[in-house]
């Protein structure tokens, strides 16, 4: 199978990254999920939507890194295998051909939020989630209210379905690293969104 054959060039898409620095896994709370509800918030992927049919999924990763988090990728690698997130919230591994750069995550959402471009659409959204090295610690820039570490220990917790709010999981060592004025509620619950939820599954295999 190519990546073509499953996303198309007008299909809308986007990319995520996996990160991790000195240890952690690295992920991010978008403004828009502040602004919507400081109750309970998703944890993202760094990344987001491609801008045009021609901008390749690899482009669109680095692009997105470098608007989100600053000019701290050193690169894109390929994984191993690529893993494909169905709707129904099951797992296939996929073969890729001819890809340069192996994903390790391709996410078909047919569930949108109720915000964004994609709220009202029934048409699938295409994630594709790529690995990635950092040259120096990430900063939260643009959209991006904060960044959140997490440990594998963190995500094997996330498992096991316990809500907890913002402050007992610094109390359990997560990190949190906010864009200047930003700030977001101790009793806020965190929420596993996206590439989260891959990382959960393998904590907890």
């Known amino acids: 199978m190519r990546l073509s054959d499953l996303i198309g060039p007008t299909t809308p898409a986007g990319t995520a990254l996996f990160l991790q620095w000195e240890g952690y896994h690295v992920f991010s709370i978008p403004q828009r999920e502040v ?3 400081v ?7 760094v990344g987001g939507k491609r801008q045009t049919c021609a901008e390749s999924f690899t482009e669109c990763a680095l692009r ?5 988090i600053g000019n701290v990728i050193k690169s894109l690698t390929s994984a191993q295998k690529t893993l494909f997130l169905r709707p129904d919230g099951s797992f296939q591994c996929i073969d ?3 890809e340069p750069i192996r994903p390790r ?3 078909e959402k047919r569930t949108h939020s109720n915000h964004g471009s994609m ?10 989630a790529f690995n990635a090295e950092l040259s120096a610690k990430p900063q939260p820039h643009n959209e991006i209210a904060a960044l959140i570490y997490l440990r594998d220990e963190h995500l094997t917790q996330m498992q096991s379905g316990k809500e907890l709010g913002l402050q007992d999981w ?6 949190i690293e906010y864009q ?3 700030l977001i509620p101790e009793s806020t619950i965190l929420l596993p969104h996206g590439t989260v939820f891959l990382l959960m599954q393998e904590c907890a295999s």
């Open 64 to 68: 997105e890194g470098q608007e989100e």
């Open 105 to 107: 995550l391709i996410w």
């Open 39 to 45: 109750e309970r918030v998703r944890l993202f992927g």
């Open 170 to 175: 610094v109390n359990l060592g997560v990190k």
């Open 119 to 128: 709220a009202d659409s029934t048409q699938a959204y295409y994630l594709v």
């Open 180 to 182: 200047s004025e930003m």
């Open 35 to 37: 602004l919507r509800s």
């Open 96 to 98: 890729l051909m001819d």
